[in-house]
């Protein structure tokens, strides 16, 4: 069943431009602007992950048919529904609390996956405690059409599992995210500026300051 973009619990969402290599949030409340987030640092809640189709649309949240498992794919419900993922990240000091991940695009995905097999791989991990993970860069893919950037992710630390994430969901350790489709080639893409350079990824936080 489609769920729509009003159905159930709302949240504000962090998004990914693969076109400018770029994260973007908002504060909470559905009119507030958007903004770039510099360094997106987060606790990652891998329990959370979950695989489905997903439609996008403008200025809406996504409509989108969640899979009953990763090992039981849910049936294409039509025409630009993608296949993609969905998981919550929290970071009080850069997303300004529990924000929803979402994405249908590759090269995301290909990240992701790299990184779900960092998380199983861990041994933090069947103590209960969540990555903290940084974006440390981007890597340009280009093909005739365009260049689009990769997120490249860090586990920089692990945490106890924080409040605002609530209980988990512990099915998200028994498979990998389901990779899309090859897509289509896309459309030639207006000019845009290459991604800002995040900071070095081994530079500390100043004293005192919280890590994500």
Not at 130 to 143: D, E, T, W
Not at 198 to 204: E, S
């Amino acid at each position: 069943m489609t769920v729509s973009p009003s159905g159930g619990e709302f949240k504000v969402y962090v998004g990914y431009n693969a076109k400018a290599g770029r994260w973007y949030t908002k504060r909470d409340g559905k009119d507030e602007p958007m903004f770039e987030v510099t360094d997106l640092t987060a606790v990652f809640d891998m329990t959370s992950l979950k695989t489905g189709w997903f439609k996008f649309n403008a200025n809406v949240a996504p409509e989108k048919v969640i899979d009953p498992s990763f090992s039981e794919s849910a049936p294409n419900p039509g025409q630009d529904f993608k296949r993609g993922f969905q998981l919550d990240l929290y970071s009080e000091k850069n997303l300004l609390g529990l924000r929803e991940f979402t994405s249908t695009a590759s090269i995301v995905i290909e990240a992701m996956n790299k990184l779900y097999d960092l998380w199983v791989a861990a041994p933090e991990t069947a103590t209960g405690q969540l990555p903290v993970v940084r974006c440390v860069g981007v890597i340009p893919v280009s093909n005739k059409h365009s260049t689009n950037y990769q997120p490249q992710f860090e586990i920089i630390g692990w945490t106890d599992r924080p409040a605002a994430l609530g209980d988990g969901n512990q099915q998200a350790v028994a498979a990998p995210v389901t990779p899309a489709p090859p897509p289509a080639a896309p459309a030639p893409a207006a000019h845009m500026p290459p991604p800002v350079a995040p900071a070095p990824a081994g530079a500390p936080a100043p004293a005192g300051a919280p890590l994500f």
